[in-house]
């Protein structure tokens, strides 16, 4: 599958002052599934277009880590995502997104 098929998300936990940085082919079910898995309030602050943006953003967030996918939730990494050539809201996404086969049945 191409990286460009799926979408890199960003999810901020805003209470415990971080954001996990993720990517989906199926962008919708991972949101919910990871917003539905925290004991915390969630808001999704964005999604790129394409798998390879997590591995990019990791990288150049890597002083910022936590732990695993989890980064210290600053302004520095705000500005960068508000100004992504890519970036789209969660509305956009999901508009844009591929879904389960089980989940389109339903729909």
């Known amino acids: 599958m ?16 971080v954001v996990k940085i993720g990517q989906a082919v199926y962008y919708a079910e991972r949101v919910e ?6 004991p915390i309030e969630s808001e999704v602050i964005c999604a790129l277009t ?6 990019d953003l990791h990288k150049r967030f890597a002083h910022l880590r936590r732990r695993g996918e989890f980064f210290t939730d600053s302004l520095e990494l705000r500005e960068h995502l508000a100004s992504h050539p890519e ?7 999901l508009a844009t997104c591929r879904y389960l ?5 339903k729909a």
């Open 87 to 93: 970036r789209l809201s969660h509305e956009q996404a």
């Open 101 to 105: 086969a089980r989940r389109r049945k």
């Open 2 to 17: 191409p990286l460009s098929e799926g979408h890199t998300y960003v999810i901020a936990y805003p209470s415990a002052g």
């Open 50 to 55: 394409g798998l390879h943006h997590e591995r």
């Open 33 to 38: 599934q990871v917003r539905n898995m925290s």
